[in-house]
């Protein structure tokens, strides 16, 4: 495998770009093939049997794009898929949730962490086990948003209904005197100071992206993978639907151009 080969990130939808633009920053020599699974969102109400589905076929494809290494940029794709996919491919491949981990971890100082996510990475209990194998000390206590998705892809980041529902779902959190609170589905960071205001400036937001993006970087070096010449960047952006929407949303996120946006027939992977 080539070190100039692209880096494939993918999500339900546009919450991967969070963690697409990190990448972007802290690796500018690499390109990224991104995927967002526009027609298929939310994945956070749906079972595990039919998210490892998606997440194979996700996989697939970017595979026949060539890529060296894949990230899952989902917390509910890396809860429920990424133990299983690892042991199907040949390729490296991390999800989010380990690296989100790690920083709560070295963030809290009362060791009492909050988890915001999908009904599935709550669910799941994947942060409690991540975090309990760092320190078991730590107790953390999770709760699940499921009309935060619906309302981002809508792109109502700045809208009162966004702000009343992040106010009701992380409430019951502040009663239990958290210090830490991880955005554990990718597409919180785009609403993070909504958040912010609304569970008080005292409480450390976690964005796992940045920690991600980290791990790509050391996973590419052990690897021998990491791309240091790529003068002229040409990232690629594939969704199963709605790609005009996704690639208005794409470039108000994105520091970089948006030359294209394709979309893909995923069910045939
Ligand atoms: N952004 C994804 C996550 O991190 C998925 C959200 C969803 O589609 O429900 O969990």
Do not use: W
């Not at 919450?15 to 991104?34: C, F, H, M, R, S």
């Amino acid at each position: 495998m080539s070190s100039k080969a692209p880096i494939g990130v993918f999500d339900s939808g546009v919450g991967g770009l969070t963690v697409a633009k990190e990448i972007i920053k802290q690796i500018p020599n690499e390109d990224i093939i991104y995927f967002g699974d526009t027609a298929r969102v939310p994945y956070g109400n749906k079972s595990k049997d039919t998210i490892i589905n998606y997440t194979r076929q996700i996989v697939r494809f970017l595979m026949s794009k060539d890529v060296k290494a894949i990230v899952i940029a989902c917390n509910t794709a890396s809860a429920f898929a990424l133990d299983i996919i690892k042991n199907e491919i040949d390729i490296p491949i991390i999800g989010v949730v380990n690296p989100g981990a790690k920083v709560a971890v070295s963030t809290t100082r009362n060791g009492n962490v909050g988890i915001i996510g999908t009904q599935g990475t709550i669910d799941s209990n994947v942060y409690s086990k991540y975090i309990g194998k760092l320190d078991a000390k730590i107790k953390v206590y999770g709760r699940a948003c499921p009309l935060l998705v619906p309302l981002i892809e809508e792109n109502l980041l700045d809208d009162p209904v966004t702000k009343e529902m992040a106010r009701r779902y992380t409430e019951e959190l502040l009663v239990y005197n958290i210090d830490t609170l991880v955005l554990g589905c990718t597409h919180y960071p785009l609403i993070k100071d909504t958040i912010s205001q609304v569970v008080g400036g005292e409480v450390s937001l976690i964005n796992p992206a940045y920690e991600t993006a980290k791990t790509i970087i050391e996973v590419l070096k052990e690897n021998d993978l990491l791309n240091e010449f790529n003068k002229y960047n040409n990232h690629k952006f594939y969704v199963s639907d709605g790609s005009e929407k996704f690639k208005t949303f794409a470039k108000s996120i994105l520091s970089c151009e948006v030359f294209e946006t394709k979309t893909v027939d995923i069910e045939k992977y």
